[in-house]
């Protein structure tokens, strides 16, 4: 019999467990134990006194230390993450040591995606200047309009990864002309999604009608959308990042977005919450979110139906979905 710790916030057992766990905790025949996410001296003490095989946990979970792994003399096998990103948790060091880590991977990319679609439109159609407008001037529209269709348009997209790819297929009804950047994808990726690979990246800013950033952050990619590739992308266009808010040279950005020349939607910010005086708050031409372009609040429950089965095949020594190593480790940010 395996001991599992479930390290999950009032919130995150809301969002990916609605209906509870205690039908699964019965079903699966293990020792369970629950402790809440926001309490470190309880999963502290907790992990020393029942010294679990597998945790599962999200955004709440504290730092897993190093020495309770099975191969340091602990006793911890396998994290089950809930969510995206470890690195708040789990380091390079825990990788390397041999603990099993699985997260959301793809699951969560096609809600990611439709955010992204939500971005374009919204910029396109001037979402931004039009709300200020009837909210808060009290003001109708005039006549000189400026609001742009997607359909037709070409499209850029900085990064291929699995988001990425299901947005692409959200983006066939408008027959769009989609090419991206992105050295690591596969020509083979990219034909059997009809996308093209652009020249070179400066080629894919200057030459996009909508550009979509979704790179993940490394240190190669921080900052590397610099003020010259915003500068090279065509007035009128849009542009969308709903990738990591890092990735872009952010004070480049406001100044570009002041100027007037370019839409912009945002759902990630170099530095989040976003500031209350960020200049990004009071521009006509910026769509704004606040980083909440994942799973929603109805569909949260997907991805933690689908980590509960990766438990339960953990547990019967079958292949896991999602399982993080060195590389996917650095690029999940």
């Not at 997260?103 to 939500?118: I, K, Q, R, S, T």
């Not at 200020?132 to 742009?148: H, I, P, S, T």
């Not at 521009?283 to 979110?289: C, E, G, K, P, Q």
Request: contains cysteine; glycine residues 8%.
């Amino acid at each position: 019999m395996k001991k599992i710790l479930i390290v999950t916030s009032n919130f995150e057992r809301g969002h990916f467990f609605p209906d509870g766990l205690e039908a699964w905790i019965d079903s699966i025949h293990q020792d369970c134990r629950c402790v809440d996410a926001t309490d470190v001296e309880g999963f502290t003490s907790t992990l020393s006194e029942f010294q679990p095989h597998i945790i599962i946990g999200g955004w709440d979970m504290p730092p897993i230390p190093l020495e309770t792994l099975v191969s340091q003399g602990g006793s911890v096998e396998y994290c089950c993450y809930l969510a995206g990103s470890v690195r708040k948790q789990i380091s390079e060091a825990h990788i390397e040591a041999g603990l099993v880590v699985t997260n959301w991977g793809p699951w969560v990319g096609p809600y990611v995606a439709e955010c992204a679609l939500l971005l374009v439109l919204s910029a396109l159609r001037r979402v931004a200047k039009w709300n200020y407008r009837l909210k808060v001037e009290g003001r109708w529209r005039d006549r000189e309009v400026d609001n742009r269709s997607l359909y037709g348009k070409r499209v850029g997209i900085h990064g291929y990864g699995s988001v990425p790819r299901a947005l692409t297929k959200l983006l066939q009804p408008f027959y769009p002309v989609i090419s991206t950047w992105d050295p690591w994808v596969s020509d083979d990726v990219l034909s059997a999604n009809n996308v093209t690979r652009a020249d070179s990246l400066e080629a894919l800013y200057a030459e996009s009608d909508i550009l979509v950033n979704l790179l993940p952050l490394t240190e190669q990619t921080e900052c590397c959308v610099n003020e010259k590739l915003l500068r090279s992308i065509p007035e009128g266009a849009c542009f969308v990042n709903i990738g990591r808010g890092k990735v872009i040279d952010e004070p480049a950005l406001i100044e570009v977005a002041r100027e007037g020349k370019i839409q912009i939607a945002l759902d990630v910010y170099a530095q989040e919450p976003l500031p209350e005086d960020s200049l990004l708050r009071s521009l006509s031409n910026v769509f704004l979110m606040p980083h909440m372009g994942g799973a929603t609040v109805d569909r949260g429950i997907d991805c933690g139906q689908r980590a509960l089965s990766n438990v339960e095949c953990f547990l019967a020594g079958e292949s896991i979905e999602n399982q993080i190593n060195l590389r996917t480790y650095k690029l999940a940010t």
